[in-house]
């Protein structure tokens, strides 16, 4: 059910990158707020499914924090596990790497896909994609990062 406003500003007839950054921006720190006020902390705010003529998704991780402050994830906490077993280290979970031209970050490795085990996802829109280890291990070597 979408949320009614009762807003005065008229609405952009298209949005822009950097209205979608500030937009971005704007709903994280106003959920993190609302999280503190609950004794809870905030990840997330990436941006996907951005349509400039329409509207995008953003999606936010609400959790208790650990001791650094983190939310506890599943998929990284398998990842750290997995990792060695594709020829990665637990601390890749995350790492971004180039692909011809577009920036992809490592988000979680499926060991029931044994030819595309690494899940990414590109920086640009979120959108994912599947991968073989051995494609990002040479990425994330060719990185020199």
Do not use: W
């Not at 979608?20 to 999280?35: H, I, N, P």
């Not at 996907?48 to 208790?64: K, M």
């Amino acid at each position: 059910m979408p949320a009614q406003t009762n807003t005065k500003v008229p609405p952009p007839r298209n949005l822009t990158p950097p209205l979608c950054e500030k937009l971005r921006r704007d709903m994280t720190q106003a959920c993190l707020k609302v999280a503190e006020t609950h004794g809870l902390t905030v990840e997330g705010g990436e941006l996907s499914d951005i349509d400039l003529r329409h509207g995008f998704d953003i999606s936010f991780r609400v959790g208790i924090p650990m001791e650094d402050g983190a939310i506890y994830s599943p998929d990284k906490a398998l990842f750290e596990v997995l990792a060695p077993h594709f020829g990665l280290e637990p601390s890749d979970y995350g790492r971004t790497f180039k692909s011809r031209g577009d920036l992809y970050r490592i988000v979680a490795i499926n060991p029931n896909r044994p030819k595309y085990p690494i899940s990414t996802e590109r920086v640009s829109d979120g959108r994912g994609f599947k991968m073989p280890a051995e494609t990002v291990v040479m990425y994330l070597q060719n990185s020199g990062a």
